[in-house]
């Protein structure tokens, strides 16, 4: 049996539950926690108080590694791994939120809140820690923002016949807070251009196949592959953080490269006309968690519209 402990007991986490797994030092974030869940309001996407407490998490996390890394040689390897209690992964960004800045001309508030999801997304992806790896474990549906999330992590395991793709070009808009930069260097950036505006959700067999989902297993068996990802990864700990630093040599990804683009996703918010803000506003009701059936037609109504 895995010797968990929880690794914060605050009430005040309300959107995220945590776990460290003390037997490989590994720290398990589940976002849309059960509290979440007591709203009927609850929209499992990227609201703000979700990406404050992601970036709390991150610096719990961060603090128990360096303490763990102290005690022994510069070998040790711990893992940061991104989850969801919900049938979904994540649904994406505030559309809501964003609805509001842009009817009111808030540049400023937009590039707030892009500005937080950019440095979540490149403290996840090249900042963390440098005896950290990142892990993604998709479990259910990941849109928009959800998937940029996934990309950030060093690994991504999927259980078969989830979905994942950016819907953004539905109402004008493209993914602008780190798709490009980090899906151009999984893939050719053409194709990763055509991903970001061909609407399509693609399935994690799919996403296997072009080299973007690094681990695929059947339905129900993402958590045992994680563990199995974990194991390897204590095996090669020298040569998997050496490859960290030449991943990040070769291919870096910048701070400032992902907000020149994501200034860029700003100005082409604030050009939206209201078709397509209604268009926005559909999406926000399918964003919308409902339990049971209603839940899963909900994601139903998601999907389509990216069709």
Same mark, same amino acid.
């Given at each position: ?5 929880p690794l914060h /007991?605050?009430?005040?986490f ?24 007591a ?19 991150? /610096? ?10 102290s005690?022994?040689?510069?070998t ?18 505030d ?5 509001q ?9 937009? *590039? ?26 998709v ?26 793709g ?34 399509v959700m693609?399935?994690?067999d799919?996403?296997? /196949?072009?080299?973007i ?17 974990v194991r ?30 994501? /200034? ?7 050009q939206?006309?209201?078709r397509? *803000? ?14 049971g ?10 999907s389509?519209?990216?069709?």
């Open positions: 049996m895995r010797n968990v402990e /007991r605050d009430s005040t309300s959107t995220i539950r945590i776990e460290h797994d003390q037997s490989n030092d590994s720290h398990w974030c589940f976002m849309h926690g059960q509290q979440a869940f709203n009927p309001n609850y929209r499992a996407c990227f609201s703000p108080k979700l990406l404050r407490e992601l970036r709390l998490f991150a /610096r719990q996390a961060i603090d128990a590694i360096d303490a763990e890394a005690k022994v040689d510069k040790h390897i711990a893992h940061i791994v991104l989850a969801s209690d919900a049938h979904v992964f994540n649904l994406g960004g559309l809501a939120l964003f609805l800045l842009i009817r009111a001309r808030d540049r400023e508030g937009l *590039l707030h809140y892009a500005t937080e999801c950019v440095d979540s997304i490149h403290l996840l992806h090249s900042r963390l820690h440098s005896n950290a790896h990142t892990v993604a474990l479990d259910g549906d990941a849109l928009g923002g959800g998937f940029e999330l996934a990309l950030a992590c060093q690994t991504i395991v999927a259980e078969s016949g989830v979905q994942m950016f819907p953004e070009v539905l109402f004008g808009l493209f993914p602008g807070m780190g798709a490009y930069s980090l899906l151009s260097r999984r893939v050719s950036p053409k194709l990763a251009e055509r991903m970001m505006l061909d609407g693609y399935s994690s799919e996403l296997h /196949r072009m080299g989902v690094d681990v695929l297993v059947p339905k129900g068996e993402g958590v045992r592959a994680v563990h199995e990802v390897q990864n204590r095996r090669i700990a020298t040569a998997r953080l050496a490859l960290h630093r030449v991943r990040e040599d070769v291919n870096p990804v910048s701070h400032d490269e992902l907000m020149r683009i994501t /200034r860029i996703w700003v100005d082409t918010a604030l939206l006309g209201e397509q *803000l209604r268009t926005m506003e559909r999406l926000v009701r399918a964003q919308l968690r409902r339990p059936a209603e839940e899963s037609a909900d994601v139903a109504e998601s389509a519209l990216m069709r």
